[in-house]
């Protein structure tokens, strides 16, 4: 597993580099946007999670990544950022971040986040048989690929990110159940103290674009009043 950090604080670069590669992932540091977007764009290299900063020299972290989803719809990216308020959460979430963590971070956190997105990606590491053998869903004209990230609706193909795609996911999987906000967060987010409520409205917004025929009139994410949503599928 590849990584690139994006970060112009050599500590923290370094710090993340070091700690990252005592876990058994190869990482590399660039400082800057454009750097960072010739790697990710060489064929010689190839990387399975970006961190991002958001405040770099030249281009920002949000500019960085739109120029990443413009080319490469589901690497995730995970922003590690001072910036703190919900406005830039919800930025870097609509320019295709899919994680956000706030510095100064937690070490450990940030570990096993990255943990759980290489468990979700990798087919044989921790992920069980049953989720690996259960990688495509269909429903009336929807097809849902998990393993290619990817949504066909009437033949129109769709690529999610990975936070899309594991939402999707999991709404799918508890199909017909209530499930709150704070459930939500806690089993597709591992209850990131960054994701707010709204951000999980932002992501089933971007959803419902996508598989519903009508998103003001959902047909298969449902809303919950006050509570939260319920995936119905028939
Ligand atoms: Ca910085």
Redo the contacts with the bound molecule.
Sequence with gaps: MRILIV???TS?ADGLKFNFEQEGYEARVVTDGPTALELLNDGEFSFDLVVL?????GMS?YEICKEIRGFNENIPVMVL??RSSSEDKAHAFDCGADQYVTKPFDLHEVLSRVRNLFKWRSPDSGASSAMRQSAVFEFDHVIVDCRKFQVIVDSVEHTLTTMEMQLLRYFIENQGMVLSRSRIMEDVWSQSPDITTRTIDNFVMRLRRIIEPDSSKPKYIHSVRGTGYKFINE
């Design positions: 970060e112009d604080e923290i900063d958001l405040m770099l020299p972290g950022s001072a």
